[in-house]
């Protein structure tokens, strides 16, 4: 079992910046995928990006590619997402998640593929 903390989120207004942070803990040597969902009220919870943990393989929704960036630090077993000009309709609330077994690249984008799942941390964007 891998325990998964987020932080970092918080209120922003549109255009700024936020960094997320996700730490693992307990079994962090099965880990095969790192990455962040985000669910808006009323909405299904959508993938955001992921990174494959031994290459370092990167994966974007389209609604962020160009604007948000993965990254991961094996020796902390962190992974970390900044985000870069931020617009409303970025508010959610932003869920780590680790994948223990590897996946196709359609598979990473769905949530059925991650066997951990942080608390959430609440990201908003005001306009």
């Known amino acids: 079992q891998v325990q998964l903390v987020e932080s970092g989120g918080g209120l922003v207004q549109a255009g700024g910046s936020l960094r997320l942070s996700c730490a693992a803990s307990g079994r962090a040597f099965s880990i095969y995928t790192m990455g962040w969902f985000r669910q808006a009220p009323g909405k299904e919870r959508d993938f955001v990006a992921a990174i494959t943990w031994n290459l370092g393989f990167t994966y974007y929704s389209d609604s962020v590619k160009g604007r948000f960036t993965i990254s991961r630090d094996n020796a902390r077993n962190t992974v970390v997402l900044q985000m870069n000009s931020l617009k409303p309709e970025d508010t959610a609330v932003y869920y780590c998640?680790?994948?223990?077994?590897?996946?196709?690249?359609?598979?990473?984008?769905?949530?059925?593929?991650?066997?951990?799942w942080g608390q959430g941390t609440q990201v908003t964007v005001s306009s």
């Open positions: 998640v680790a994948a223990s077994r590897p996946a196709s690249r359609v598979a990473l984008t769905t949530t059925l593929t991650y066997d951990s």
